[in-house]
T-cell receptor
């Protein structure tokens, strides 16, 4: 079945540091890949997405590239801010996969990021 | 502001109570979802409605009863819940299958 593995953290950085959160996946069909962010006390917000190999998703200074050869979708940001402190979830939706449904999102376990001033 | 609105934001109920969670979206999305999220865990899918019909039930206990009155509304009826059902309940919607899901801010449910 489908699965997503991401570094669990927690990750603690100083403001303006470089961020990488690793995410790898296994899927049987043609997955779309997503990063969601959850700020304290809130629901999940879609941060960025990529629907096919070599696509680069970007938003708010965050980037991730869909790498089919390494089955990865690592999240990066060049200079983090205190306001980026949140939990980040990598997820996939497997269109045409053997998982049984094109509606299901498979999530990684989440990575807690704390950015200190 | 999220485009998926959930009410109430917080709910405390006893194990014998009956209550309902509500979710509304006006983006014209045809798929709507209920998730349960425990602290420090990813969301777990409970139900999916596609075109107002129940598409997926992830073996959820019958004390949770979903309802989709129309394409914009999704309810979750609760009855005889257990303390372990205390969690954040998230609603989401997507345009159709395999499209990004948009989440509400959730209802934080506590069972006494």
């Amino acid at each position: 079945g489908d699965s997503v593995t991401q570094m669990e953290g927690p990750v603690t950085l100083s403001e303006e540091a470089f961020l990488t959160i690793n995410c790898t996946y296994t899927a049987t069909g043609y997955p779309s890949l997503f990063w969601y962010v959850q700020y304290p006390g809130e629901g999940l917000q879609l941060l960025l997405k990529a629907t096919k190999a070599d696509d680069k998703g970007s938003n708010k200074g965050f980037e991730a590239t869909y790498r089919k050869e390494t089955t990865s979708f690592h999240l990066e940001k060049g200079s983090v801010q205190v306001s980026d402190s949140a939990v980040y979830f990598c997820a996939l939706s497997d269109f045409g996969g053997s998982g049984g449904s094109n509606y299901k999102l498979t999530f990684g376990k989440g990575t807690l990021l704390t950015v200190n001033p | 502001d999220t485009e998926v609105t959930q009410t109430p934001k917080h709910l405390v109920m006893g194990m014998t109570n009956k209550k309902s969670l509500k979710c509304e979206q006006h983006m014209g999305h045809r798929a709507m979802y209920w998730y349960k999220q425990k602290a420090k865990k990813p969301p777990e899918l409970m139900f999916v409605y596609s075109y107002e019909k129940l598409s997926i039930n992830e073996s959820v206990p019958s004390r949770f009863s979903p309802e989709c009155p129309n394409s914009s509304l999704l309810n979750l009826h609760l009855h005889a819940l257990q303390p372990e059902d205390s969690a954040l309940y998230l609603c989401a919607s997507s345009q159709w299958e395999n499209q990004p899901q948009h989440f509400g801010d959730g209802t934080r449910l506590s069972i006494l």
